[in-house]
Each structure stands twice: as C-alpha cells, then as structure tokens.
C-alpha cells in the first residue's frame, strides 16, 4: 500500500505478508481533523468474531501460534 502527499513529496509504504489493513482518520472529529492518521496491519477483517463465515479461520488451537508480519516506511520523492 502507498499513501502520497504531494504537498510534502513523502509517500508512506506499508506492506504485510497478508490480512487486511485499516486506515483511520480524523475526518469525523469537530477539531484538528487532518492532524492524524493510523494505519493498523490486522490479519482479518473488523468484527471478524462475530463473523460466522470466519469461524473456523480464527479459530487458533491450544499451544499454536500465528503470525503477521508488517513493514511501514517513509520514502520521500526522489526528485
């Protein structure tokens, strides 16, 4: 995933070994609504324990593990 602003020139790469991501923003909020942003790497979707169809893919045993693995960076413009 690449986000880019062009009024700074930085582009924010993010990459996961898979899931989904979700990307939050201050639009809703009454102040400061650009002052932020949060990028949160998950490896299914929201709500996905009330998600029947997921059942059996959350499902993780006694002594087992899982993991996810993500990267995120800043890379400014290169010109």
């Given amino acids: 995933i690449?986000?880019?602003d062009p009024a700074t020139r930085l582009?924010?790469?993010?990459?996961q070994?898979?899931?989904?991501v979700q990307v939050y923003t201050g639009h809703s909020l009454p102040h400061?609504?650009?002052d932020?942003?949060?990028i949160e790497p998950n490896?299914?979707?929201p709500d996905a324990f009330n998600?029947?169809?997921l059942a059996n893919a959350i499902r993780l045993g006694p002594g087992r593990e899982r993991t996810l693995s993500a990267h995120?960076?800043?890379?400014?413009d290169p010109t």
């Fill in 43 to 45: 490896e299914f979707m």
């Fill in 32 to 34: 400061r609504q650009y």
């Fill in 72 to 76: 995120i960076r800043i890379v400014p």
């Fill in 17 to 20: 070994s898979h899931g989904v």
């Fill in 51 to 53: 998600r029947p169809e």
């Fill in 11 to 15: 582009t924010l790469e993010l990459a």
């Fill in 2 to 4: 690449r986000l880019h």
């Fill in 36 to 38: 932020g942003l949060a």
